[in-house]
């Protein structure tokens, strides 16, 4: 029987969104405020993990290294 706790997970096995914790942890995404949300998981979980790596990019960019004259003086 599902929770009542308004909660929404995408079944990343099924697809399928669903109310309240129906399957594992490891086979669910979320939780999410609506079904509609839920249902958007797979997209949202993309842009969150473009915009990580965009991060990480940022992160680890230190810039252009100086140049030889820049270190000679």
Do not use: C, I
């Amino acid at each position: 029987m599902p929770d009542a706790d308004g909660e929404f997970w995408y079944n990343l096995v099924t697809h399928e969104v669903e109310h309240g914790k129906q399957s594992p942890g490891a086979d669910r995404a979320g939780p999410f405020r609506s079904a509609d949300e839920a249902a958007r998981a797979p997209q949202l979980m993309a842009d969150r993990a473009q915009a990580w790596r965009e991060d990480e990019a940022q992160e680890d960019d230190w810039g252009t290294p100086p140049s030889e004259d820049a270190r000679r003086q």
